[in-house]
C-alpha cells in the first residue's frame, strides 16, 4: 500500500517522539513492502514563530492533500505566561480538527501487564482492562450558542445534537466492537437530558444493524464510578463530546501511564493520530520523554487503513520492549534509555523478530 | 437547643438505618441536654401505596414546618419493572428537592483509616483523603430548557446560571472552607463554556471576602484525573449541578465503603440530610444495612446547626465501632452483627464514653 503521510511535530517532546513513530512506521513499510511518504509541515508555537499562523495555511494544504496525519503536540510556555498574546498554540489544534471535520474521538486504554503497578488503581481491578472510547468531536455543549446577557449576569450554553451527528459515530463504534469483544455501552444521561434521549434513541436504532454487538446503556454519573471500580466490564464506550472528554481523561489515568496512550481523530475524508500526552516543555531535547505513545498511534494509523496485521507487530514490539525493560524513566526510574533507544529497539524488533 | 425534625424513613432499607440514626441523635440530646422531636411522615413507594402520591402534602406540610429533615431511602423494584407506572418513587425526592428549595447538595467523602483496604484506589494514594463537595442542584443544563424538533431529528438542553444562583452556594462553600483546611477548588470548564466563565468570574469576586481561603480552579477533564491520582489534595470542591454529579459519584467510590457516606441538602430555610446509598432492596429486613451514612447523615444536621462538639461526639463513637469492627459484612464479610446492634454500640459509646 502507499501512503502519503503528513508529520506535523509541534512543539516540546513533539518532535523527539514523533520522529520515533516515523521511524517504526520505516520499518513496517519495508518488512511489510508499503510505500510510506512522509512530509512535515508546522504547527503550535513553533509555527507561531516562523509564520504568526498555529495551523498555518500551508499545514492545512498538506493535511488536505495527504492519507493522514502523524501528530506530535502543541503547547509553549511563553504563551501560556503570556495573558496578552492573541495566538495561542492551542488554536491551531482546534482549527485543524474543525478544518479537517474530525468527528470522532478514538482512545483507547489499556492495562499493559508489564505496568499494573504503576496505576492508583489496585492490581486486581486493572488487570486486564482493555477498552476504547469513541467521543463525538465537533458538536454538543461545546459548540452551541453561547449566551451573556447584557448585564453580564446571566450566561449559558446550548447543547444540542442531531441525529446525522449521532448516527455517522455510532456506526463507527459499532464497528469497533465487531472486530473487538462485541460489547458497546453508550455513556450518557437520558433520565435528565432531551438530547441524551435522542442519543439513547438513534442508538438503539442503529444497534439492530449489529445484531452481534451487545448494547448497554450507562448514565454518566455512573459510567464515571464503574470506570474505577471495574473497568474491566467495558469494550467500547460510545458517548458525545462533553463526557466523552470527562470519561476518557478519567479512563486514561486508571492505566497508570499516560505515556503509553495514543488516540485517532477521524473524520468522513480526514484522520489525525496522536499520543494524548502534551508538548511536556520541561522534558525537551532530554532525551527522556516516552515515544511509546507515538508510536501506538502510528499504529491507529495503520489499523485505519486496514493494515491489521502490520499494526499488530508494532504492538507485539511494543510489549517486547516493556517486557525487557527497554523504557524511559517515566515508567522505570533511574532508567539511562533514552527516548530513541527506544524507537531503535522497537523498529529494530520489526525488522528481525526473534 | 430544641430541634423539630421530620423523619421520612422511605423504602427497602430506609427504615432500618434511619432508626439507628434517631436512636444516635436521642443519645445526643440526653447527653447534651437537648429537645429534639421527631415526627414521621410516609415518602416514595410506601407513600405511593397508601396515598397514591411520592411526597403526599402531608409530608410536604411536616417538611416546611420542621427544622430539617432526616430522609432515609426510596425506590422499589416493584416500580421500576413497570414502565407503565405513571407515578414512580423518585419524583418524591425530586419534588421535595424543589418544594423546599434545597439548591446546595454537600457530599463528603472521607477515606476510613481501618477502611483503607476496601479502596479500588492503592492504599497510599487514598489514605488521608478528606474533601466534601459544594454541588449546586437546582440550576444548569438539569433544569434548563428542553427542546425536541417537530421531525424528532434535533434534540437540545440549554446550561444556564444566573450570578445569583453561583453566590448563594459560593458562600457556603467558603464559609466550609474556612472551619476546613482553607482550600476551595471550583470545578469548571471555563476553556470552554460561556455559564463556567460566569462562575469562575463570580466566584473570583467572593473570594475577596474570604482572604483566608485560598480559591484553585480545575477542568472538570482533568478533576475526574486528580480524584483518583491525588485525591488528598482537595479539601472543599465546587462546582455546578451536571459536573457535581459525576465527580460527586466518582468521590464516592473512591474511599470503598459506600455505605458510610453521608450527605447534606440545603436551601434558604430547609435543610434534607439523607445516607447516599439507595433503598438496596435485596437487603431489606435482614438486618445486614449498615447504619453508619445515615448515622453521618445526623451528625451532618447537627453541624448544620452549629452543634459542632455533639457532631464530633457522634464521628468518635462511629471511628470507634470501626476499630473495634462492630460492623456490618458489607464492610466485615461474615460479620453477624446487625444493623441494629452497631446502632446500640454508637449510641451507648455516646451515652458512656471509654
Ligand atoms: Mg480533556
Ligand atoms: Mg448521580
Not at 512530509?39 to 499562523?53: C, N, P, R
Request: hydrophobic share 40%; net charge negative.
Amino acid at each position: 500500500m502507499k501512503l502519503n503521510i503528513a508529520v506535523l511535530p509541534g512543539d516540546g517532546i513533539g518532535p523527539e517522539v514523533t520522529k520515533q513513530a516515523k521511524k517504526v512506521l520505516e520499518a513496517v513499510a519495508h518488512q511489510f513492502n508499503h510505500t510510506f511518504i512522509f512530509k512535515e509541515a508546522l504547527v503550535g508555537a513553533v509555527a507561531i514563530d516562523k509564520t504568526g499562523e498555529p495551523f498555518p495555511q500551508e499545514t492545512m494544504d498538506l493535511c488536505l492533500k495527504t492519507d493522514a496525519v502523524l501528530f506530535g503536540a502543541i503547547g509553549d510556555p511563553k504563551y501560556d505566561n503570556d495573558p496578552s498574546a492573541k495566538v495561542r498554540p492551542e488554536q491551531g489544534l482546534l482549527k485543524m480538527r474543525k478544518d479537517l471535520g474530525l468527528f470522532t474521538n478514538i482512545r483507547p486504554v489499556k492495562a499493559f501487564e508489564q505496568l499494573l503497578d504503576k496505576s492508583p488503581l489496585k492490581k486486581e481491578i486493572i488487570k486486564g482492562a482493555d477498552l476504547t472510547i469513541y467521543r463525538e468531536l465537533t458538536g454538543g455543549i461545546y459548540f452551541g450558542e453561547k449566551k451573556i446577557s447584557k448585564d453580564g449576569k446571566t450566561a449559558s450554553d446550548l447543547g444540542e445534537y442531531s441525529a446525522y451527528e449521532i448516527e455517522r459515530i455510532a456506526h463507527a463504534a459499532f464497528k469497533a466492537a465487531q472486530v473487538r469483544r462485541k460489547k458497546l455501552t453508550l455513556v450518557d444521561k437520558a433520565n435528565v437530558l432531551e438530547s441524551s434521549r435522542l442519543w439513547r434513541k438513534v442508538v438503539t436504532e442503529i444497534a439492530k444493524e449489529y445484531k452481534d454487538v451487545e448494547l448497554h446503556y450507562l448514565f454518566v454519573d455512573n459510567a464515571a464510578m464503574q470506570m474505577i471500580l471495574n473497568p474491566t466490564q467495558f469494550d467500547v464506550i460510545l458517548t458525545d463530546n462533553l463526557f466523552g472528554d470527562i470519561i476518557s481523561d478519567e479512563a486514561s489515568v486508571i492505566g497508570g501511564s499516560i505515556g503509553l496512550l495514543a488516540s485517532a481523530s477521524i473524520g468522513e475524508k480526514h484522520a489525525v493520530f496522536e499520543p494524548i500526552h502534551g508538548s511536556y516543555p520541561q522534558a525537551t531535547g532530554k532525551g527522556i520523554a516516552n515515544p511509546i505513545a507515538s508510536i501506538l498511534s502510528a499504529a491507529m494509523l495503520l489499523e485505519h487503513f486496514g493494515l491489521n496485521e502490520e499494526a499488530a507487530v508494532i504492538h507485539k514490539a511494543v510489549d517486547k520492549s516493556l517486557e525487557l525493560k527497554i523504557s524511559t524513566p517515566d515508567i522505570l526510574p533511574d532508567s539511562k534509555i533514552t527516548t530513541s533507544k527506544v524507537g531503535d529497539f522497537i523498529a529494530d524488533y520489526i525488522h528481525y523478530p526473534e
